[in-house]
């Protein structure tokens, strides 16, 4: 028999500190990222090197609070919420390393601005998030805290979600300071307890920990037996199921908006594939150059081949013989069989080029199954060369004439008319028109978005940018968004804003691109036009309002 001992993850003999080298920070915030754990960095961009003194500095003035013997993300909201905003500089994960959310979530009232991924309806893992993210789970996470030549795990508690990413909190075992990061959530870096012991992974705590409690290894044992965790299988269970979410494989055909020509559609290949997001390539006569473009799975530019000729619409570069096999009508949206369009009817519509406008129109086509070609003629130039695209009876952008009066939307008429002085009623009697009845759509589901919010989207008319935005304004269904880091006028407008549906599957929760590898472009922006008091009225009753009370009390 066998008498040699098992090789133990747990790290408690003297032995193992001479292979390790103290990496603690003053900063009690650490930062996980993709495969590894890095400590945090100084967040201004121009210092690299921890403050030395601060803590001292700290323990001297008898008059400060000693923020580090509080969990931060504790310490920052109950003193936010109690007097406002404070002059935070090194707090919840600013590593310096990635662009993205790091600097938002370093201010504690910000939380309340970040919606849940259960707000997101078509976003990846929405149906089954609540049984997949549970705040209490322990996970065993890289630990920031050493460095070693080989890899050193340490147990984490899940304290909070903010989007796909998660608030964590190191097991200190009540040693001071604690210590959090964020980290995101939906990858292969939280693994459940026990995982250390199965790998043969060093399990070992900060250091600070361990001086105080040299023989921690009981305290583990007390600590994680019958905890709640992830599964064994959490990463690969989440990269599967967002491979259950594609429709298209590498390399098929489908039919894609023209991008010349938004009314017609063309012939493209799905070149790339990340996440729920398709790269794709026209294939007849493409642009010089032409890099591409990425779409949800769900968008509503793309569809299988054979779209086109099974609602009769126009595709470009297929020949007039060529016959594909016709699309099942129980691919399309339904609709109430009383709608009745026709060619004349007048709607207010999103406009395909000026996503940030909602204009007057008219039905140039119709098609089958519901769809139809709209026509926009707002400007003299449009005068001269109508813009024209195709919508569906149930789609978010086609509006009933008033939507905008009734929602207080400042309306683009028709080119002639006078923008302040338009109405609907009259200009239908002065030209014996008749608006589009889509008052018989049914009424759209309700949504929890508020002014205030922010999240991930991707643009409309360049599909290839993701980046964070802002909810400026929530008309209904409708979402008017901003983009974050793009310049704007004296009245806060901007050409990248956009309306956007709540249901929007160009929409995600923040951390999305984190999730699935996309390039995060821009640069996520405080709420600085509104007060304190106004943002958090905008979201209160909030899941994440809520959550901040509980840690508040």
């Given at each position: 028999?066998?008498?040699?001992?098992?090789?133990?993850?747990?790290a408690?003999?003297?032995?193992?500190?001479?292979?390790?080298?103290?990496n603690?920070?003053?900063?009690?915030?650490?930062?996980?990222?993709?495969?590894?754990?890095?400590?945090?960095?100084?967040?201004?961009?121009?210092?690299?090197?921890?403050?030395?003194?601060?803590?001292?500095?700290?323990?001297?003035?008898?008059?400060?609070?000693?923020?580090?013997?509080?969990?931060?993300?504790?310490?920052?909201?109950s003193?936010?919420?109690?007097?406002?905003?404070?002059?935070?500089?090194?707090?919840?994960?600013p590593?310096?390393?990635?662009?993205?959310?790091?600097?938002?979530?370093?201010?504690?009232?910000?939380?309340?601005?970040?919606?849940?991924?259960?707000?997101?309806?078509?976003?990846?893992?929405?149906?089954?998030?609540?049984?997949?993210?549970?705040?209490?789970?322990?996970?065993?996470?890289p630990?920031?805290?050493v460095?070693?030549?080989?890899?050193?795990?340490?147990?984490?508690?899940?304290?909070?979600?903010?989007?796909?990413?998660?608030?964590?909190e190191?097991?200190?075992?009540?040693?001071?300071?604690?210590?959090?990061?964020?980290?995101?959530?939906?990858?292969?870096?939280p693994?459940?307890?026990?995982?250390?012991?199965?790998?043969?992974?060093?399990?070992?705590?900060?250091?600070?920990?361990?001086?105080?409690?040299?023989?921690?290894?009981?305290?583990?044992?007390?600590?994680v037996?019958?905890?709640?965790?992830?599964?064994?299988?959490?990463?690969?269970?989440?990269?599967?199921?967002?491979?259950?979410?594609?429709?298209?494989?590498?390399?098929?055909?489908?039919?894609?908006?023209?991008?010349?020509?938004?009314?017609?559609?063309?012939?493209?290949?799905?070149?790339?594939?990340?996440?729920?997001?398709?790269?794709?390539?026209?294939?007849?006569?493409?642009?010089?150059?032409?890099?591409?473009?990425?779409?949800?799975?769900?968008?509503?530019?793309?569809?299988?081949?054979g779209?086109?000729?099974?609602?009769?619409?126009?595709?470009?570069g297929?020949?007039?013989?060529?016959?594909?096999?016709?699309?099942?009508?129980?691919?399309?949206?339904?609709?109430?069989?009383?709608?009745?369009?026709?060619?004349?009817?007048?709607?207010?519509?999103?406009?395909?080029?000026?996503?940030?406008?909602?204009?007057?129109?008219?039905?140039?086509?119709?098609?089958?199954?519901?769809?139809?070609?709209?026509?926009?003629?707002?400007?003299?130039?449009?005068?001269?060369?109508?813009?024209?695209?195709?919508?569906?009876?149930?789609?978010?952008?086609?509006?009933?004439?008033?939507?905008?009066?009734?929602?207080?939307?400042?309306?683009?008429?028709?080119?002639?008319?006078?923008?302040?002085?338009?109405?609907?009623?009259?200009?239908?009697?002065?030209?014996?028109?008749?608006?589009?009845?889509?008052?018989?759509?049914?009424?759209?589901?309700?949504?929890?978005?508020?002014?205030?919010?922010?999240?991930?989207?991707?643009?409309?008319?360049?599909?290839?940018?993701?980046?964070?935005?802002?909810?400026?304004?929530?008309?209904?269904?409708?979402?008017?968004?901003?983009?974050?880091?793009?310049?704007?006028?004296?009245?806060?407008?901007?050409?990248?804003?956009?309306?956007?549906?709540?249901?929007?599957?160009?929409?995600?929760?923040?951390?999305?691109?984190?999730?699935?590898?996309?390039?995060?472009?821009g640069?996520?922006?405080?709420?600085?036009?509104?007060?304190?008091?106004?943002?958090?009225?905008?979201?209160?009753?909030?899941?994440?309002?809520?959550?901040?009370?509980?840690?508040?009390?």
């Open positions: 028999m066998d008498k040699r001992k098992k090789k133990k993850s747990y408690s003999d003297d032995s193992f500190s001479d292979i390790l080298q103290n603690e920070r003053n900063n009690s915030l650490t930062s996980v990222e993709g495969n590894v754990v890095t400590p945090s960095q100084n967040s201004s961009p121009n210092s690299t090197k921890p403050e030395p003194q601060r803590r001292q500095k700290r323990k001297k003035n008898s008059n400060s609070r000693e923020v580090e013997s509080e969990c931060p993300i504790n310490s920052i909201i003193e936010v919420l109690a007097s406002g905003p404070l002059p935070l500089s090194t707090k919840l994960r590593s310096g390393k990635t662009a993205d959310w790091d600097e938002f979530l370093s201010v504690g009232y910000n939380l309340h601005f970040i919606p849940p991924v259960t707000y997101f309806k078509n976003a990846p893992l929405a149906e089954i998030w609540e049984e997949l993210a549970v705040v209490g789970k322990r996970i065993e996470v630990n920031p805290f460095r070693c030549s080989r890899p050193v795990n340490w147990i984490a508690t899940i304290r909070h979600f903010a989007g796909y990413k998660a608030l964590i190191f097991e200190c075992f009540g040693v001071l300071p604690r210590h959090a990061a964020w980290m995101s959530f939906c990858s292969d870096v693994k459940h307890i026990g995982y250390s012991d199965k790998t043969h992974i060093l399990l070992h705590p900060p250091h600070s920990v361990r001086a105080e409690i040299p023989n921690f290894i009981d305290k583990v044992r007390e600590t037996q019958g905890c709640n965790t992830v599964d064994e299988t959490h990463g690969a269970y989440i990269a599967l199921h967002l491979q259950k979410s594609q429709r298209y494989p590498l390399l098929s055909m489908l039919e894609v908006m023209d991008r010349d020509q938004a009314s017609r559609m063309r012939v493209a290949t799905v070149t790339g594939i990340i996440g729920n997001r398709i790269h794709v390539t026209y294939v007849i006569e493409p642009r010089k150059n032409d890099v591409g473009y990425w779409f949800d799975v769900n968008s509503e530019y793309i569809h299988p081949i779209f086109s000729q099974t609602i009769g619409h126009e595709i470009y297929v020949p007039s013989n060529a016959k594909f096999t016709p699309l099942s009508p129980s691919y399309f949206p339904q609709f109430p069989p009383e709608l009745v369009i026709y060619r004349g009817q007048v709607l207010e519509a999103r406009h395909p080029l000026r996503p940030y406008q909602i204009c007057g129109a008219s039905v140039l086509r119709v098609l089958k199954y519901g769809y139809f070609v709209v026509e926009f003629r707002t400007t003299a130039k449009e005068l001269e060369r109508p813009i024209s695209f195709t919508f569906h009876a149930t789609s978010p952008y086609v509006l009933p004439c008033g939507f905008c009066e009734k929602n207080k939307i400042s309306l683009v008429p028709p080119f002639g008319e006078d923008k302040e002085s338009f109405r609907w009623k009259p200009y239908l009697e002065k030209y014996k028109l008749n608006p589009v009845p889509l008052n018989l759509i049914p009424e759209r589901p309700t949504h929890l978005f508020k002014t205030g919010m922010k999240f991930e989207a991707c643009g409309i008319i360049d599909p290839t940018y993701l980046g964070p935005v802002t909810v400026r304004k929530v008309r209904e269904h409708l979402l008017y968004l901003s983009f974050d880091g793009w310049p704007r006028n004296a009245y806060g407008e901007s050409d990248t804003e956009i309306w956007a549906h709540a249901e929007s599957s160009g929409i995600y929760p923040i951390g999305f691109a984190e999730m699935v590898g996309h390039n995060f472009q640069r996520v922006e405080a709420n600085s036009s509104h007060s304190v008091e106004e943002q958090l009225h905008s979201v209160a009753g909030s899941p994440t309002n809520s959550y901040c009370s509980n840690l508040v009390s």
